[in-house]
T-cell receptor, first 115, second 116 residues
């Protein structure tokens, strides 16, 4: 079974621009979560989508948004990029609630550099 | 609020040594899950183990073992006979009970370097 895929893997943007990152979960997984990883703040939860609905959002400004499509693929968008948005953005997928399949499986990440 | 503390920022051992990575957590939930993930230089977080809060039985998987002690809010990870390929950053994480949003709270990670 294919794992979580994220595109693009690397991205360089300029301050003020916006960016869209994509995540395709493991087949059959309906929950997609996004995390930001930086050297200073570590791994921080951004938001989770389940059945096209945002279930939870971390402590990030409104410039960070996301959505999920009917095929469970998810995108996150960052508008008006700031230098501090430079980070590794990780996507994770998991099965629906219930049972023992509560693990989140992570993709390889998108390395975003803002200049 | 949930919190995970990994006090060991960096650990360096020589191959074949045993090494234990510490993890202490805080939560008000009575039911929760604990996880360990490995992050090699490639960046992808690799799932290692999940532990339910109501199951304090220790677990061994090959050279890996985990010691969960609810009384001390600790979930430590031991690698026996370490190998160079074990070099990575290891993260301990905590999540709320099933039915809640899947929000993992991560520790700051422990960089493990295994020298040949």
């Amino acid at each position: 079974k294919a794992g979580v895929t994220q595109t693009p893997r690397y991205l360089i943007k300029t301050r003020g621009q916006q960016v869209t990152l994509s995540c395709s979960p493991i087949s059959g997984h309906r929950s997609v979560s996004w995390y930001q990883q930086t050297p200073g703040q570590g791994l921080q939860f951004l938001f989770e989508y389940f059945s096209e609905t945002q279930r939870n959002k971390g402590n990030f400004p409104g410039r960070f948004s996301g959505r999920q499509f009917s095929n469970s693929r998810s995108e996150m968008n960052v508008s008006t990029l700031e230098l501090g948005d430079s980070a590794l953005y990780l996507c994770a997928s998991s099965l629906t609630s219930g049972g023992s399949s509560y693990e989140q499986y992570f993709g390889p990440g998108t390395r975003l550099t803002v200049t | 609020a949930q919190k995970v503390t990994q006090a060991q920022t960096e650990i360096s051992v020589v191959e074949k040594e045993d090494v234990t990575l510490d993890c202490v957590y805080e939560t008000r939930d009575t039911t929760y899950y604990l996880f360990w993930y490995k992050q090699p230089p490639s960046g992808e977080l690799v799932f290692l183990i999940r532990r339910n809060s109501f199951d304090e039985q220790n677990e061994i998987s090959g050279r890996y073992s985990w010691n969960f002690q609810k009384s001390t809010s600790s979930f430590n990870f031991t690698i026996t006979a370490s190998q160079v390929v074990d070099s990575a950053v290891y993260f301990c994480a905590l999540s709320p009970p099933p039915g809640s949003a899947r929000q993992l709270t991560f520790g700051s990670g422990t960089q493990l370097t295994v020298l040949p």
